[in-house]
Structure formats: C-alpha cells, structure tokens
Nanobody, 125 residues
Framework: VQLQASGGGLVQPGGSLRLSCAAS????????IGWFRQAPGKERERVSC???????AYADSVKGRFTISRDNAKNMVYLQMNNLTPEDTATYYC????????????????????WGQGTQVTVSS
C-alpha cells in the first residue's frame, strides 16, 4: 500500500487541523495505520494509531485533543487535531503496518513498512 499525507498548515494556538492519509493499493482495510511526527532536533514519536478493527490508541500528549479515524470505503485515515499548541509543531507522517489486527500501539516502528511523505504542521501566533 502507498500512502500520501496532506492537510498540514499554519494554525494559531488553540486551533484545529484535520490531516488526511490517502492510501492506494490492495487490502487497505487489512492494515493498521499510524500517525507519527518529528520536530526539528527531536526523535520521531508515535502520535496515534488505528487497527483494522478500529481500535485506537494515542500518545499521552495528545489524548483528548486528537482523534484518529478511518474510512475503508475511501481508503482514507484522518487525524483530527484540536486545541493545538506550539508543541504540536512537527512534520506528520502516516504509515501502514501489515500487523493490522494487533494492538497497534505495540507494533514496532520497523513493522510500519509503508510511509507517506509527511505534511508540515506549524502552530504559532
């Protein structure tokens, strides 16, 4: 499966963005999808993920603010981000894992074998 992330941009603190991850290829509904982010000078971190049974998980830093969802009919995964803070500034990537039925938070990063190109999110006043 091939992925393409979009929807990033510049937003003020407290604002919202919805990121989209479009997938092409077969058996999209089989995959687990994760959203990761990387800020300059920082390590990549997992933000959220969704399994093929719609089980979701979130990093503590985004719980209650971000919501991940998927639409298998459209081969899309979304990340709704609310109440954004400057600490959310990063390049966001979506990635797919064939371990679709696993508890997605415990899928090792190296088992996400398809990555999108990234979309920049900047939170600044």
């Amino acid at each position: 499966v091939q992925l393409q992330a979009s929807g990033g941009g510049l937003v003020q603190p407290g604002g919202s963005l919805r990121l989209s991850c479009a997938a092409s290829g077969r058996d999209f509904d089989y995959y687990a999808i994760g959203w990761f982010r990387q800020a300059p000078g920082k390590e990549r971190e997992r933000v959220s993920c969704i399994s093929n049974s719609d089980s979701t998980a979130y990093a503590d830093s985004v719980k209650g603010r971000f919501t991940i969802s998927r639409d298998n009919a459209k081969n899309m995964v979304y990340l709704q981000m609310n109440n954004l803070t400057p600490e959310d500034t990063a390049t966001y990537y979506c990635a797919a894992s064939r371990h679709g039925g696993a508890a997605c938070w415990y899928i090792q990063p190296y088992d996400f074998n398809s990555w999108g190109q990234g979309t920049q999110v900047t939170v600044s006043s």
